[in-house]
């Protein structure tokens, strides 16, 4: 029995989403394997060093800037499959040196050359699952925009965010995974060379079988392989139909903005600066992508070891809570999968940052007021407490009294990590990746991408390089005044600064895009800009016939201009002229 449609381009995202694995278990491993006392005896002395212990995990997102880098040329030229192939061999690569590390140098290495095959993969992700359906958008951190490229509509606001789950579950990975080892192989070289030998895992299926998945439609049709494009968009679609009237509909639309872009030439990196609606993309997809790091969520995600260190706890109920944090993360993102065919973009976007700097502010308030003071666990103390109750006076109980109220507080602190933690991954997390990725056309949107994605490696890399330096510089409590509220406040002014100036992109086409961005007004409230779309018009008018090629949806609905239908038949003229 063939697979349908719907779940075969599920199933392509999907695999195209192991990328997002790859990611999220770096992240999340590094957290786990930097308190192992071992690795501080093989990293030497210099470990002891700020800036050093900063550099081992910041590196790797300095790996994933410059890894970006050559994405706009390497994805142009040779598809994106072969491109994330080549990005998961360096990943590979630098994962190996990771593992066998003898020393800090040579750690370093590994991290820069895992975080360079990461930057490519990433910066993929959306762009092959933004580019195979007319009718969706995108929508990173890794894998994102690979397997957009041929996303059906029904499916978009799912793929659009699936990757950032697939993050979720390498976090998630990372975590129990670094908790297993601390708590069974403690002082070993084993409690963190399995946890860093464990992340080549995910990239080797995708290395041996992304060329099995089908090459985006869209760059097939930039290339002028319009037979290849149209069997794709068919075995997506309509079970291989040729003559489906939503694939010839969508590679109609394809053809539409292809030829207007031929018609302006080729991408140039000036242009994304001098034509003003391509700007204001660029504009808003780089300062998205640099505001959420200011939420503070590297801070907690890199540290989190060091700042429940200095609260008292254990390191091995330290890794505890962050496995329980991963999984209050992916509760989030399937919160997110839920929610964001309804939601639309703007909403959990200005949700999601107040609430993020509303925790920074109370958990702020709770380390400054109570510093933290555990020593071992809660019910060491509650012995304590109740022996102390029948041998010494009511003095000493009241005292382990209070000492209660700051193990409280301390508790109350590593909940408020947990709250911060659910609204980012349900909220921001996974549409950081997509707004961005899905507001270009397709003649720009490699060069764009790799624009606005450089925005979270270098912001990723200045908040990994400079908590270690504030924490040993400025103390906790200063930290908590003079650091944490920066990230409180940075979170009320990103919700403010979307609601003032993003449009709206749910249920609107790629192709809509330069149209959507050339007609809306700078500040968005107030007008329809603001509002979300019938998630299943554009759809809708793909399967009628009824729409506008590159044009946006509500002008298609009812009729066309002249112009319009001028440019169609041109388009239909060049198409036959081709064929001849």
């Not at 990433?122 to 041929?150: C, H």
């Not at 789950?165 to 390498?170: E, K, R, T, W, Y």
């Not at 309509?238 to 018609?263: M, T």
């Not at 992508?289 to 200011?294: A, Y």
Request: hydrophobic share 45%; with cysteine; net charge neutral.
């Amino acid at each position: 029995m063939p697979i349908q449609p719907k779940v075969y381009t599920w199933l392509c995202g999907l695999f195209a989403s192991l990328g997002s694995i790859i990611f999220g278990y770096d992240l999340g491993v590094i957290a786990g394997i930097l308190p192992a006392p071992d690795f501080a005896r093989v990293m030497g002395s210099r470990f002891n060093n700020p800036n050093l212990f900063g550099l081992i995990t910041s590196i790797f997102v300095l790996g994933c800037f410059f890894g970006m880098i050559p994405v706009a040329y390497a994805a142009d030229k040779f598809g994106r499959r072969k491109t994330i192939q080549l990005g998961a061999l360096v990943y590979v690569f630098g994962g190996a040196l990771q593992t066998g590390a003898q020393n800090m140098d040579m750690m370093l290495a590994g991290r820069f050359f895992a975080g360079f095959g990461v930057g490519i993969m990433s910066d993929l992700a959306p762009l092959y699952q933004v580019g195979g359906n007319s009718t969706s958008k995108y929508q990173r951190k890794i894998d994102d925009s690979a397997a957009s490229e041929y996303r059906t509509s029904n499916l978009e606001d799912i793929l659009d965010v699936i990757t950032q789950f697939m993050l979720g579950i390498g976090a998630f990975a990372a975590s129990w995974i670094t908790y297993g080892c601390s708590a069974g192989l403690k002082g070993t070289q084993a409690e963190w060379r399995i946890p860093l030998g464990i992340q080549i895992f995910p990239a080797l299926p995708l290395i041996s079988f992304i060329l099995l998945l089908p090459e985006s439609p869209r760059w097939l049709a930039e290339k002028g392989q319009y037979d290849e494009a149209k069997a794709t968009l068919a075995r997506l679609h309509a079970n291989g139909n040729l003559k489906d009237p939503f694939v010839l509909s969508q590679l109609e639309d394809i053809k539409a903005d292809i030829q207007r872009s031929h018609d302006i030439g080729a991408a140039t990196w000036t242009e994304l600066f001098t034509v003003p609606s391509n700007f204001r993309r660029l504009a808003l997809g780089y300062i998205l992508q640099f505001s959420v790091q200011m939420t503070g969520v590297s801070a907690i995600q890199y540290y989190s070891t060091t700042i429940f260190t200095t609260m008292g706890f254990s390191s091995t109920r330290i890794l505890l809570f962050q496995s329980i944090n991963s999984i209050i993360a992916l509760i989030g993102e399937a919160c997110c999968v839920l929610w964001i065919d309804s939601t639309g973009r703007r909403t959990p976007l200005i949700v999601g940052n107040v609430v993020s700097g509303l925790s920074f502010v109370v958990g702020s308030i709770l380390m400054a007021r109570w510093p933290g003071t555990v020593n071992n666990n809660a019910s060491d103390l509650i012995h304590e407490h109740w022996h102390t109750r029948r041998t010494t006076s009511s003095l000493v109980s009241t005292t382990l009294k209070g000492r209660f109220l700051t193990i409280y507080h301390d508790y109350a602190a590593a909940l408020q990590t947990w709250v911060f933690n659910f609204f980012f991954s349900a909220c921001i997390g996974p549409l950081s990746w997509a707004y961005p990725a899905e507001i270009y056309s397709t003649r720009t949107r490699a060069k764009a991408t790799a624009l606005t994605s450089s925005a979270s490696w270098i912001s990723n890399f200045f908040i990994a390089e400079v908590t270690p330096i504030a924490f040993s510089h400025i103390g906790w409590k200063n930290v908590c005044f003079r650091y944490y509220l920066v990230f409180a406040i940075c979170g009320h002014t990103n919700a403010l600064f979307v609601w003032a100036f993003y449009p709206e992109t749910t249920g609107r086409r790629l192709e809509e895009m330069d149209s959507l961005f050339e007609n809306s007004p700078l500040f968005v409230p107030g007008t329809q800009y603001a509002k979300a779309q019938d998630r299943h018009l554009a759809e809708r008018e793909l399967r009628d016939g009824n729409f506008v090629p590159a044009n946006v949806s509500e002008r298609a609905g009812g009729y066309r201009h002249d112009e319009d239908v001028k440019d169609i038949e041109e388009i239909g003229h060049h198409d036959s002229e081709e064929k001849h």
